[in-house]
């Protein structure tokens, strides 16, 4: 069975878990009816326009 030859210390240990809390931020892209900044592959919250037509409505739609 495979043992470490060395110990692996403490910075390299930490490292290494440090990739399963990694906080990600989110894609923002202009919108494409009302170029407010939107999160991709969601509907405009400004709009509520997705893919070219009108998902959600909205208050301020026209």
């Known amino acids: 069975m495979a043992v470490p030859k060395r110990r692996k210390t403490a910075s390299k240990r930490n ?21 407010a900044p939107m999160a991709s592959h969601r509907a405009c919250p400004s709009c509520g326009f997705y893919k070219g037509r009108s998902v959600v409505k909205s208050d301020t739609a026209s």
């Open 15 to 35: 490292m290494r878990r440090a990739q399963h809390d990694k906080v990600v931020s989110p894609n923002i892209v202009p919108c494409a009816n009302c170029s």
